[in-house]
């Protein structure tokens, strides 16, 4: 086994926030960890403590120092340089290529594209790979031509100041331990043109999921999802106006005796938009960890049930048992329309499988 390499040497960036007129009075990591992108409450306190968080050209130490409407504030956040994304010769289930697109199965454990916690082993290094691509970097991509790479690159870059990662080819994506089809684009014309489908919502996208209880159905679930305000790496239902609209259809497709097999039809495409979906209506996604599928939900909690149902999350590897299932879009050049269908993976096969054995029909 090789050794690990060391992290590069950070660099910084000043980020300057004008705090508008209107602001209530709040305290300064609140602010900065609301208006600074990916930064976490507890990376921000330390950037106050060490002296690199400024108001009104004063440095401020105190973490619980008021920001006031008009202030001026002068962040300098230490950040990793861009990283640099290297073809990796992954296995890739291909389900349709040609010219301008492909489609993709992606498996479980399999992060979309790079950044800070995940430099290798993701779905971009697999796909530089496969299309016989060089190693990339963040501040390559505006020169570089789609033609070149094999990928879109017109809006593959960095979306922010500081931002690390780099997506070429990427229109959409898909959870970590979200198994599925995807459709990645090889010609920045592919990308604009499937990027306008997903935004105009004219994307066909289905989701099998086994979730605990059986859903009254079908039936549809909409509402405001946004960042939690207690863990920012969770995405939860938030009062009206606040964060994005989301709307997401349902319907049970095989009732067990306390789980239930459901096909999800997005409407809009959030962050975990399924998954947050499913567990405000009392449904959640067995084996999420995140959002409380991880537990007996229904059913006897204790002696043998108990094992069963470890046994079953052990199966899955954990992970929550979402798979994108099928997939409808045009197709950017011909016009045509293209449909695909994955079936589910072996793991979450082997679970329904399990279910419908042991504990049989919810009627």
């Keep these: 086994m090789s050794e690990s390499q060391p992290e590069p040497d950070p660099v910084e960036t000043v980020i300057e926030l004008d705090v508008p007129p209107g602001q209530t009075p709040v305290r300064i990591d609140v602010y900065l960890t609301d208006k600074t992108a990916n930064a976490t409450r507890s990376k921000v306190q330390r950037a106050i403590k060490e002296g690199r ?67 290798s082993g993701t779905l971009i290094n697999a796909l530089l790979h496969h299309v016989g691509a060089g190693p990339l970097a963040g501040d390559e991509v505006e020169d570089t031509d789609d033609d070149d790479l094999g990928l879109a690159t017109a809006a593959a870059g960095p979306r922010y100041d500081g931002d690390p990662t780099v997506r070429p080819g990427l229109v959409h994506r898909l959870d970590k331990d979200t198994t599925g089809l995807m459709v990645v684009a090889k010609t920045d014309v592919a990308a604009a043109h499937l990027g306008k489908q997903f935004a105009d919502r004219t994307i066909q996208r289905r989701y099998l999921a086994l979730v605990w209880g059986v859903p009254d159905g079908p039936g549809r679930v909409e509402g405001w999802l946004g960042r939690s305000p207690r863990d920012r790496k969770k995405i939860s239902v938030r009062p009206e106006g606040e964060g994005k609209w989301a709307a997401t259809v349902y319907e049970p497709v095989e009732a067990f005796a306390h789980t239930a097999l459901v096909r999800f039809r ?98």
């Design 53 to 119: 968080v400024e108001i009104n050209g004063r440095p401020v130490t105190k973490v619980s120092t008021p920001v006031q409407p008009g202030d001026q504030i002068r962040c300098t956040v230490m950040r990793p340089p861009p990283i640099e994304i290297v073809p990796e010769a992954i296995p890739l289930s291909v389900v349709y290529e040609d010219d301008a697109l492909l489609v993709v199965d992606k498996p479980a454990g399999m992060v979309v594209h790079p950044a800070y916690g995940h430099r």
């Design 266 to 363: 997005l409407e809009t495409g959030r962050t975990h938009q399924i998954r947050v979906h499913a567990a405000s209506i009392g449904h959640p996604i067995f084996g999420d960890t995140t959002y409380g599928g991880d537990r007996i939900v229904y059913g006897a909690v204790e002696g043998s049930r108990r094992a069963f149902v470890r046994n079953l999350f052990a199966r899955l590897g954990p992970r929550q048992a979402l798979h994108a299932a099928t997939l409808g879009f045009v197709h950017p050049v011909t016009g045509q329309a293209m449909a695909f269908e994955a079936p589910l993976p072996p793991d979450m096969a082997a679970v329904v499988d399990r279910l419908r054995r042991v504990e049989g029909s919810g009627a």
